[in-house]
């Protein structure tokens, strides 16, 4: 008995020194995030400072993070200027839905096709499918022009929908989720006389909702922000998306700033509503495709 108690002393001591060393360690590691989030973070709110300034207050130093005076005209020389930023915003919206709701609908099907059909050669294929991921994207841009001119669809907006329908990364993210789903549900539904369809369609397709959520983010933010396509499949001003359009406030000798930050700040809000919706889907269909996989 008298041993023993020094041994447990030491013990107690030992998880408290263990605690506190989490704890500093917990307390590191957050204001090393915290700083890191703040500098991430610092370029969007001068985009946002800067959209309500005038030009010459831009590079004024130190920065001036809120502005002396409120320039909301910026916006209104934006929406009602001599460049029809209203027009590549609807550009922008028409490409990004049609694209997204296609590329959601191919990449289900496709995915729950690698992951429940029995057929021969399912796995090879899917590989030959998967193998094609390797293959940089500017390399398939010169190809993809000689196509689209032959079959007479450069400066249109169809150049840009249709290879956004069909992706690799879509169909792979679906086979993985499909996997996790359990087979018993499918012959559930085969007992019950249903087809492939009607078992993709009313038993399946509703349990991949993180899924579906998942993709359908990172397929918008992809389809909203690109600027290599449009610009090199587009002709006139009237059909350019936002990437495109942001170009229009580049003159001559210079860069106006402030309508280039206000049609910016106009071009995240889609952004903004889409990830804030469908955040809590978002985490969780990562964590299921990415764990289960």
């Not at 060393?21 to 204001?31: A, D």
């Amino acid at each position: 008995m008298e041993t023993s108690v020094p041994v447990q002393s030491a013990s107690k001591t030992s998880l408290i020194r263990k605690e506190r060393t989490r704890l500093w360690f917990k307390l590191i590691l957050t204001i090393l995030l915290a700083g890191i989030s703040v500098l991430m973070i610092l370029p969007f709110i001068w985009m946002i400072s800067t959209s309500f300034k005038i030009n010459g207050e831009v590079f004024k130093y130190p920065i001036e993070w809120i502005p002396s005076t409120w320039h909301f005209e910026n916006y209104k020389k934006v929406w009602s200027g001599t460049d029809p930023f209203y027009l590549f915003y609807w550009n922008s919206v028409k490409i990004t839905v049609i694209t997204v709701v296609g590329n959601l609908f191919t990449s289900a099907m496709a995915g729950f096709a690698f992951a429940k059909i029995r057929f021969k050669g399912r796995n090879f294929l899917f590989l030959l499918y998967l193998s094609t991921m390797m293959i940089p994207g500017q390399v398939l841009l010169v190809p993809r022009f000689i196509l689209f001119d032959q079959l007479q669809l450069i400066n249109t907006h169809a150049s840009l929908i249709l290879p956004g329908l069909f992706t690799v990364f879509g169909t792979f993210l679906m086979r993985q989720f499909f996997i996790s789903l359990p087979n018993e549900l499918l012959e559930a539904g085969r007992v019950d006389g249903a087809g492939y369809w009607r078992t993709f369609w009313q038993i399946c397709l509703p349990l991949t909702k993180p899924a579906l959520v998942t993709l359908l983010i990172l397929s918008f933010t992809w389809h909203w922000n690109d600027y290599e396509n449009p610009l090199i499949m587009l002709r006139e001003k009237a059909l350019y998306t936002i990437p495109l359009g942001l170009t229009s406030y580049v003159e001559e000798f210079g860069t106006n700033y402030v309508l280039t930050m206000a049609a910016s700040v106009s071009a995240l809000v889609p952004l903004l509503i889409v990830v804030i919706v469908c955040q809590k889907w978002f985490v969780e269909g990562i964590a299921s495709s990415g764990l289960k996989g």
